[in-house]
């Protein structure tokens, strides 16, 4: 737990993919942390680049301007595009088209490049599927430019299904909601340690089921709310107020426990509270990955449900691992509750502390 809070500002985003084609022209424009890729490390199930032998290298890539980092970038996907599969009636080669680098800003969180690679499809051609390389990580896969476009989600290695050229292969409602439901489940476990940290300071308050049953709801109908409301872009708070606010919720929760092991009056109401904050951090990550327009609200659905389910995962674990055995020992609020506590607000603050001043 504590070598995660150290690797926490280093978490890996995906790539986003926009393809299109035009005129027997296929276009594939990457936004894509290339740092992680000139440096060599497999991004497939990596939560953090600090937990890889390439955690230096990488950081000192971060820390180059456009200028200095743009010809590795150059020299190192001119070869590794042949990597990435495009099948439209026989292969389609890609090649390395043009870079646009970001400037250098917070070297703690990862920089977005815009990578274009290009190639020539066959007149004959009307389906197209794209194989995404394994250790790339996952990858966002949208079609561009026609009706009723194909968005999909893969890992490293995966392929995805043949769609149409022409448009027509947008998901239906259900295939959104089935594809949501992992992204979702993946934010919490294994990424979400700040939401994991929360989660367990609620089930640390008593062993009772009534207690965590009513955290549990508000926290649930809280983060629904603000999720909805911030993948619909009708609210947006930026990451360096939400981001702290969110570390203090954990930290506070978890404190409360050391003094109380009741469910009081007021908790249900703060823990809604701190819900609100912690959708608004549920948004931000749906933003990275975006919603299909066309099915924009199975989507969400299926996202949610994916946080639920990881939620509900991590008392499930809580409860086997510590609850079942020991939670009616008389010492097991002294000995496992209360430390416990004390180490998850422990973390809240310095996530709290490095979120506002590192």
Request: proline share 6%.
């Amino acid at each position: 737990m504590l070598a995660g809070v150290m690797a926490s500002a280093h978490e890996v985003s995906p790539t986003i993919a926009d393809l299109e084609i035009d005129g027997g022209e296929l276009t594939l424009c990457l936004r894509i942390n290339v740092e992680a890729f000139v440096a060599e490390i497999n991004l497939d199930g990596l939560e953090n680049t600090n937990a890889t032998n390439e955690a230096e290298r990488y950081d000192e890539l971060r820390a180059l301007p456009p200028e200095a980092l743009a010809p590795m970038v150059d020299a190192f996907f001119s070869d590794w595009a042949n990597n990435i599969e495009v099948e439209a009636a026989g292969s389609v080669p890609l090649s390395f088209s043009t870079v646009l680098i970001d400037p250098v800003g917070d070297i703690e969180l990862p920089r977005e490049t815009e990578l274009v690679l290009t190639g020539n499809v066959s007149d004959s051609a009307r389906m197209v599927r794209l194989r995404w390389p394994e250790g790339a990580g996952y990858l966002v896969l949208r079609q561009q430019g026609v009706e009723e476009p194909y968005t999909g989600f893969l890992v490293g290695g995966e392929a995805s299904p043949l769609f149409a050229i022409a448009g027509g292969g947008a998901q239906t409602g259900w295939q959104a909601f089935l594809s949501y439901i992992p992204v979702g489940f993946d934010h919490i476990l294994p990424k979400g340690l700040d939401h994991i940290l929360f989660v367990l300071a609620l089930f640390f308050l008593s062993t009772g089921l009534r207690p965590l049953l009513w955290q549990i709801t508000a926290f649930t109908l809280a983060h629904t709310v603000t999720l909805a409301l911030g993948a619909l872009g009708w609210v947006q708070v930026p990451a360096a107020i939400v981001e702290p606010l969110i570390a203090a919720s954990i930290a506070f929760v978890a404190v409360e426990n050391l003094f109380t092991n009741t469910l009081s009056r007021w908790r249900p109401l703060v823990v809604f509270g701190f819900g609100l904050l912690h959708g608004l951090g549920f948004a931000s990550v749906l933003g990275e990955f975006g919603l299909p327009q066309d099915q924009f609200i199975p989507a969400l659905i299926g996202f949610n449900i994916g946080v639920e389910l990881g939620q509900l995962t991590v008392i499930a674990i809580a409860f086997f691992m510590v609850g079942y055995w020991f939670g009616r020992k008389p010492w097991y609020r002294t000995r496992i509750a209360m430390p416990a506590s004390a180490v998850i607000a422990l973390i809240g603050v310095y996530w709290m502390i490095e979120r506002v001043f590192l």
